[in-house]
Each structure stands twice: as C-alpha cells, then as structure tokens.
C-alpha cells in the first residue's frame, strides 16, 4: 500500500498550450504559458466551476495574473501588461482544467 506521503511534492512547472484552431488561426502558431501543476486547495476551490462575468471580472483577472506564467515561473500580467481578452479567457479555461486532472 502507497503511503500519503509520497504523494506530497513540490509544485512543478508545467506547459499548457492554446492549441485551439482559432488561436492557430489569429496567431499563425499555438500560443504556450506555464502553470504549477499543484495549488493550495483554497485558491483552486475558489474558482473552480466559475465562469468570468461581470461580477467577477475582477477576481477573474487577479487569478489569471497569479496562475499564468513563463518558463521561468514569472507571472506574464505584470504592472500594465495584460493578455487580450479572448486570449486571458481561454488561458484561465485551460488553467482550470489542468488543474482538475
């Protein structure tokens, strides 16, 4: 029998890819961002099961700033930087799903 423990590890970067074919359209390529594979429970059951609406723009838009990274695990949506909308919706989508594996 596995012990608990052993699966308790440090987060690890991981590359998700916006590979819809819209995206590959607009872009000419997919478009690639980095994501820990693990968060605590509290910040993934904040979000988990919502959609973005104007009710909640705003927390939308601060869990996109803090989940979306480079290879380096820098966030991407920094000071006055922030990704088009299409693009920021469809990165927290797959966010979410990576996260629900």
């Known amino acids: 029998m596995k012990k608990l423990t052993e699966l308790a590890v440090a987060p690890q970067l991981i ?3 916006l590979d819809d074919e819209e995206t590959i359209e607009e872009f000419g390529d ?3 961002f ?3 594979d693990r ?3 509290e910040k993934f059951l904040k979000f988990a ?3 973005a ?3 909640n723009m705003g927390e939308i ?3 996109a700033k803090e989940m979306i990274l480079d290879e380096n695990g820098v966030k991407v949506m920094v000071e006055d930087k922030l990704l088009p909308t299409g693009i920021m ?3 927290i989508t797959k966010v979410m799903e990576t996260l629900g594996k």
């Open 15 to 17: 590359a998700v890819a």
């Open 61 to 63: 838009i601060e869990f």
């Open 39 to 41: 968060q605590p429970i």
């Open 49 to 51: 099961g919502k959609t």
């Open 89 to 91: 919706t469809k990165a």
């Open 53 to 55: 609406d104007e009710s």
């Open 34 to 36: 980095y994501v820990y």
């Open 30 to 32: 997919s478009l690639e």
